[in-house]
C-alpha cells in the first residue's frame, strides 16, 4: 500500500526518481510556522462553521501549536522524504491525532494553502527588509549630518563636473532607499490578500466563512476569485522586482564605494573589520563586500526573470511549475537581507577623507560654470562667457594652473570685465553654498534634505 495520502486512485508506488523530483519541502519547509497558523485559522473557521465538530476543531488546534512548539525547540524535525511542508503538517498531526487529524484538510486544498503561505511568509520578510532600508536610510543621514560642508566633486561621465558635498551625494542614496522602502510597502499591500477558500481552483461547497480566516490572519480583504486567488504569483514577481530594483541601488552605490577607496581616489577608508586582504600581495585592502553585493544584484535579477518565465506559459489555474516560484523569491529576499545586515555597518564604520575630497574637488575645473556665470551676472550673454571660459581653461592647463591660482591679469587678457571678485565667485564653497535652491547641495538645502527624509521614515512608523 502506497503511503502517498492521495494514493486512492493508484495501483502502483511512485517512482523514487519522481519523489525526489516533485518534492519540495527541502525548500518549503521554512514556511511551517505561517503554515500551521493558516492551519490553525482554517481550523477555527470550520469549527465555528460547524463545519467539523468544535471539540474536534479544539483537539486540530491544540495538535497544531504541539506541532509548531516541537518543530521550534527541535524537538521535532522535518522529514526529508515528504512531500512538501504542507503534507508534513497534516501526516504529522494526524500521527498525534488519530481521525481527528484527517479532518483539518476539509473545505481546502493545497493549491489555496501553498497560496496562502506564500504570501503569510513574504509579508514577514517585507517588513524585515523595509526594516533594513530604513536603518541604512538613518546610517546616510547620519554620515550626512557629519559632511554638510565637506567639499566633493560631483561627476556626470565619471569626469569630474561641479562641486556638491558629500552629504548631499549620499542623501542622493537616501531618496533611492525611499522610493524602495515605498515600492517595498505598496508590494505589501497587493500581497495582503486572502486566498484561502479558492480551493483547488474552484472555491468549495462547503459554507465556509472566508472573512473570518481573513480577519484571524490579519489580511486586509479576502481575494475575489477562486481561479485568480490559487494561479496569482504576481506579488511575488512585484517583490523580486522591488527588490531588483534596490540590488540595483545598492549595486551603483558599491560600486562608487569600489571606486572611492582606490589609491585614485582614497576618497573613503574602509574598517580593516569590513575589508580583505590578498593571499599573494601584502599590500592589499580589498572592498570585497561591495563588490560581492555588486555580484549578487545579477543573482536577484535572476531570480526576477525566473519568475517572469515561469509564469509566462502558464494556463489557469493552478500548475506545478508554481511550486518553482518558492526557490527563485526565497534566493531573492535572502540575498537582499544579506547584502543590507553587511552593507549598513561596513557604511556606518568607514572612514571619510574630507581632505581628499577636497583636491581632488581642486583639480578639474568644476567651478568653470561659476566662472562662466560670474561674467554673465556682470551682464555678458552666456554662450560668450561660457567660450571665455573655455578659453581661460585652456590657458590654465598649458600654465599647469587651477582658475584660482592662474593671476588676474591672464583674466583680464581674455575679457576686461573680470575683476578681483572672480577669485570670491569661484571659490569652491562658495560655489556650493550658492546652489542654494532646494534639491542643491548647500548645506541649508541639504539640511532641508534630510529633515524631509527624517519625516518621510517616521510618518508609516
Ligand atoms: N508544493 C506545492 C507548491 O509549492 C504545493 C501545492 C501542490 N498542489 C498540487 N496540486 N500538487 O506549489
Not at 558629500?166 to 508590494?187: C, G, I, N, P, V
Not at 475575489?224 to 504569483?233: A, I, T, Y
Not at 555678458?380 to 590657458?395: E, M, N, Q, W
Amino acid at each position: 500500500m502506497s503511503t502517498k495520502m492521495w494514493a486512492g486512485r493508484f495501483s502502483k508506488e511512485v517512482d523514487d526518481r519522481v519523489n525526489d523530483f516533485n518534492s519540495s519541502v527541502s525548500f518549503d519547509a521554512r514556511m511551517y510556522r505561517h503554515d500551521i497558523q493558516g492551519s490553525v485559522a482554517h481550523a477555527t473557521m470550520l469549527g465555528e462553521c460547524g463545519i467539523i465538530d468544535k471539540s474536534e476543531s479544539d483537539a486540530i488546534i491544540g495538535g497544531l501549536n504541539g506541532i509548531l512548539a516541537d518543530l521550534d525547540s527541535g524537538k521535532l524535525s522535518i522529514d526529508p522524504d515528504a512531500e512538501d511542508i504542507h503534507m508534513f503538517v497534516e501526516a504529522e498531526l494526524t500521527r498525534r491525532l488519530g481521525d481527528t487529524g484527517k479532518r483539518l484538510h476539509t473545505a481546502r486544498s493545497r493549491n489555496d494553502q501553498v497560496a496562502l503561505d506564500i504570501r503569510m511568509y513574504l509579508r514577514d520578510e517585507i517588513k524585515e527588509i523595509v526594516s533594513y532600508v530604513e536603518q541604512l536610510i538613518r546610517t546616510l543621514v547620519k554620515l550626512a549630518e557629519n559632511n554638510l560642508e565637506t567639499i566633493m566633486p560631483g561627476y556626470t561621465h565619471m569626469q569630474r563636473a561641479q562641486p556638491v558635498t558629500f552629504a548631499h551625494h549620499l542623501m542622493a542614496y537616501a531618496q533611492m532607499l525611499l522610493r524602495d522602502k515605498s515600492r517595498l510597502e505598496d508590494t505589501y499591500k497587493r500581497m495582503n490578500v486572502m486566498p484561502l477558500g479558492s480551493g483547488a481552483l474552484a472555491s468549495t461547497t462547503y459554507p465556509i466563512d472566508r472573512q473570518r480566516v481573513c480577519d484571524l490572519l490579519g489580511f486586509d480583504e479576502i481575494s475575489q476569485n477562486s481561479l485568480d486567488g490559487v494561479s496569482d504569483r504576481d506579488f511575488c514577481i512585484e517583490l523580486a522586482g522591488a527588490v531588483s530594483i534596490l540590488m540595483m541601488h545598492l549595486s551603483r552605490f558599491s560600486e562608487e564605494i569600489i571606486l572611492w577607496c582606490s589609491w585614485e581616489f582614497k576618497f573613503i577608508e574602509l574598517d580593516d573589520a569590513f575589508a580583505t586582504g590578498s593571499s599573494i600581495m601584502p599590500q592589499k585592502k580589498n572592498p570585497d563586500v561591495t563588490e560581492l553585493i555588486r555580484g549578487k544584484t545579477s543573482r536577484v535579477y535572476g531570480d526576477l526573470n525566473t519568475l517572469l518565465t515561469m509564469m509566462k506559459g502558464t494556463p489557469l489555474a493552478y500548475n506545478k511549475d508554481m511550486q518553482e516560484d518558492k526557490p527563485a523569491i526565497f534566493d531573492a529576499v535572502d540575498t537582499v537581507k544579506l547584502c543590507l545586515k553587511t552593507f549598513i555597518p561596513m557604511l556606518d564604520t568607514m572612514k571619510v577623507l574630507p581632505e581628499n575630497m577636497r583636491s581632488a574637488a581642486a583639480k578639474g575645473f568644476i567651478n568653470a560654470t561659476d566662472c562662466a556665470d560670474y561674467l554673465v551676472k556682470k551682464g555678458l550673454p552666456f554662450r560668450d562667457a561660457y567660450k571665455i571660459t573655455g578659453s581661460l581653461v585652456a590657458v590654465c592647463i598649458e600654465k599647469s594652473l587651477t582658475l584660482e591660482e592662474l593671476p588676474l591679469s591672464e583674466y583680464k587678457k581674455l575679457c576686461e570685465t573680470f575683476e578681483q571678485d572672480v577669485y570670491e565667485a569661484i571659490d569652491l564653497k562658495n560655489c556650493v553654498m550658492l546652489r542654494n535652491v532646494p534639491g542643491g547641495p548647500a548645506p541649508e538645502q541639504v539640511k532641508k534634505q534630510i529633515a524631509y527624509t527624517r519625516k518621510k521614515l517616521d510618518e508609516n512608523n
